[in-house]
């Protein structure tokens, strides 16, 4: 067990706590990596509102009571929590602007890059210095560099889906170790 998981035991939390914030933080690595890839405004106030009915929206659907188990054993055999795992096969097996095959290897580099256990796809190189900057320094990106990447051939379309499959992977990666550890046991037995 990783000292992170012992010391929030040792806190208190229970698996459901410990879930609960292993996804929250999940969600802010990749809202912060997509953010920053795309230079978000911040929201005026009228958004900020709305954003505040929507999470409390959130909050109520949350309370109910939760699927048992929590989480799902993917295909790839790793352990994701439900929803995110449709997810997760949403991203990497639906049709877009760009090839599923580059969506998965993109996906499979930046969590690499940030300790997960994924194949070594074949990355363009010229994806590689946005790809490892979107892992590693999300906020670092600028404008330019996604604007080169049209020049480079790439649509809108295909530059939000390998983003998003990039934040993804880069951000899922903690997660699964989470899962892994938390899960392990009872995985073999479901």
Not at 27 to 53: I, Y
Not at 62 to 68: G, Y
């Amino acid at each position: 067990m990783s000292a992170v998981l012992a010391r929030s035991r040792i806190d208190g939390l229970d698996d459901v706590a410990i879930e609960d914030a292993a996804n929250i933080a999940f969600h802010f690595n990749l809202m912060n990596r997509l953010a920053d890839a795309f230079d978000f405004d911040l929201p005026g106030q009228g958004k900020v509102e709305l954003l505040a009915q929507m999470l409390n929206r959130a909050k109520s659907i949350a309370s109910k009571k939760r699927p048992s188990p929590s989480w799902k054993q993917a295909a790839d055999g790793r352990v994701r929590p439900i929803e995110i795992a449709l997810v997760h096969e949403a991203l990497l097996g639906t049709v877009g602007a760009s090839s599923l095959d580059l969506r998965c290897a993109v996906e499979a580099f930046t969590a690499r890059l940030r300790g997960g256990v994924r194949p070594n796809l074949p990355v363009p190189e010229d994806l590689v210095p946005y790809l490892e900057k979107l892992s590693l320094h999300a906020y670092r990106i600028t404008d330019e560099e996604v604007e080169s990447l049209f020049a480079l051939g790439y649509s809108k379309d295909a530059i939000f889906e390998l983003t998003l499959a990039g934040a993804w992977g880069a951000s899922i990666a903690a997660l699964e170790h989470l899962y892994a550890e938390l899960y392990t046991d009872q995985r073999v037995a479901a």
